[in-house]
């Protein structure tokens, strides 16, 4: 168990939809990272937020968003989903630094029919 | 920018065997290079990273990688594979301040009786 959850662990809906999935990260970690997992693209960075502020951005499109709350959970927005959209969501948690290890939650898994 | 290559996606090794998985990495400062493992329907485990100091580093498992700056590697290796091995790794690196990882598109390591 990495202390990283992640909640719903499955979500199945409908293209044109809005989902959101939730992250809480592990005790006295300040930053969260999104990352997307899909068979076509690998593993590849969404998002960072640190301490409730957006640190850094990767391949993210312009449907999603996120933001972090002053408790540190972290929301994941997906909008007008597209059936290439389905993937696995994870969230990872660290202090921030470089070389910090990044701990990961189980996932969400995301069914878009 | 930098980039992560994992040569092979399928490896296949017998119980016992050597087990040998490449990572290369293009970077233009120093990276921090980490090796993860994902066993089926789970989020990511951290094996072993290198972060600066002694080159060979070991992990959990009895798995361990050696840092070749010369040839921009980090192969993972284990003496002997035991079944439990099987799960797919990732290779990642971190560089230029930031915390955000770029992952390898992994390599399903397979063991046989």
């Known amino acids: 168990d990495s202390g990283v959850t992640q909640t719903p662990k499955h979500l199945i809906t409908a293209t044109g939809q809005r989902v959101t999935l939730r992250c809480s990260p592990r005790s006295g970690d300040l930053s969260v990272y999104w990352y997307q997992q899909s068979l076509d693209q690998g593993l590849q960075f969404l998002i960072q937020?640190?301490?409730?502020?957006?640190?850094a951005k990767g391949n993210i499109l312009e449907r999603f968003s996120a933001q972090q709350f002053p408790d540190l959970h972290s929301e994941l927005n997906l909008s007008s989903l597209e059936l290439g959209d389905s993937a696995l969501y994870f969230c990872?948690?660290?202090?921030?630094?470089?070389?910090?290890?990044?701990?990961f939650g189980p996932g969400t898994r995301l069914l878009v029919l | 920018a930098q980039s992560v290559t994992q040569l092979g996606s399928h490896v296949s090794v017998s119980e016992g065997a050597l087990v040998l998985l490449r990572c290369n990495y293009s970077s233009s400062v120093p990276p921090y290079l980490f090796w993860y493992v994902q066993y089926p329907n789970q989020g990511l485990q951290l094996l072993l990273k290198y972060t600066t100091g002694a080159t060979l580093v070991k992990g959990i498992n009895g798995f361990e990688a050696e840092f070749k700056k010369s040839e921009t590697s980090f192969h993972l290796t284990k003496p002997s594979a035991h079944m439990s091995d099987a799960a797919e790794y990732f290779c990642a690196v971190s560089e230029g301040g930031y915390s955000t990882l770029t992952f390898g598109k992994g390599t399903m390591l397979l063991v046989s009786p």
């Open positions: 937020y640190y301490n409730g502020e957006e640190r």
């Open positions: 990872a948690s660290s202090g921030g630094t470089p070389w910090e290890t990044q701990y």
